[in-house]
């Protein structure tokens, strides 16, 4: 992915084991500066509980750590992840909400086990939570993993084409925070707010520009999920509506996806550089 004329590598959106990634914070930091990376944001699903960990293990491989995290939320009934950058991970509303919606997603994971053990999937709890580190995020990525290794499946993709993806027979819908929501509370926290991954599921509905005048920062511009027709769609639509732009590769290592992904998909640290400036104006 071309770096828009700066030298410096910047990617923010990554996972750690600290939610549904293969690899501890350090492990991350070391692949990511391994990879040719400046800067990177472990964006860990609905947990912060990772940056300090990463914080000391950036300044010993030098490289640059944003706080961030990515809030499960939803709108008008369509789930809708937003990431959050430079966050007061500290911040005593943000941890409590956090907290709670992790125990929401224990719940889940429980009632998807229910149903795959009434579809004749032998599944075990226990198999699929040992996976989590100890408060950790649970979520559907365990599961999988837990039933490729089982051998209830051929692969991590036929877990969610066949029994745990949107509307399969296993599928369990979270519990989540509104996107309006999701967006106040990463402003109150001193952050600033993304709509990630668009080009997955927002391209073709009124969604995006409903996220945009909830007063969401910017937009997540590159992702692998992205064709450079997407990458040219968005960042237009960044630029007409005045929006940040971000981007990473979702890396989240294992049976995910592969290391190969780190230092392919990142933004120039011009970038950082404009949240920065909107931050502090």
């Not at 992205?226 to 929006?243: M, P, S, V």
């Not at 940040?244 to 890396?251: A, K, P, V, W």
Request: glycine content about 8%; overall charge negative.
């Amino acid at each position: 992915m071309e770096n828009y004329g700066a030298d410096l590598k910047a990617d923010l959106h990554s996972h750690t084991n600290y939610s549904d990634g293969y690899y501890s914070p350090e492990e991350l930091i070391l692949k990511a500066k391994e990879a040719g990376l400046d800067y990177i944001s472990i964006t860990d699903h609905d947990n912060v509980d990772s940056y300090h960990e990463a914080l000391e293990a950036s300044v010993k491989h030098n490289i640059q750590l944003i706080p961030g995290t990515e809030i499960s939320a939803e709108h008008e009934g369509r789930e809708t992840h937003i990431l959050a950058y430079f966050i007061n991970t500290e911040n005593e509303e943000l941890r409590e909400y956090l907290k709670n919606f992790r125990i929401e997603r224990i719940k889940r994971a429980e009632s998807i086990i229910e149903k795959l053990n009434e579809l004749g999937i032998p599944l075990r709890k226990a198999d699929v939570f040992k996976k989590m580190k100890g408060g950790g995020s649970i979520g559907r990525p365990h599961i999988a993993v837990a039933m490729l290794e089982a051998g209830f499946v051929s692969s991590y993709q036929e877990a969610f084409l066949k029994y745990i993806g949107d509307n399969c027979p296993a599928y369990v819908k979270k519990k989540n925070i509104s996107a309006e929501e999701a967006i106040k509370l990463i402003n109150r926290c001193g952050g600033l707010s993304f709509i990630a991954h668009p080009g997955k599921n927002l391209k073709d509905s009124n969604t995006l520009f409903e996220l945009i005048e909830l007063g969401v920062d910017g937009i997540e511009v590159i992702h692998p999920s992205h064709t450079e027709t997407d990458i040219e769609y968005f960042r237009n639509i960044a630029g007409q509506y005045f929006l940040l732009e971000s981007g990473g590769s979702d890396f989240h290592g294992g049976k995910i996806n592969e290391n190969s992904i780190l230092g392919k998909y990142f933004i120039s640290a011009s970038k950082i550089t404009a949240m920065k400036n909107r931050l502090f104006i």
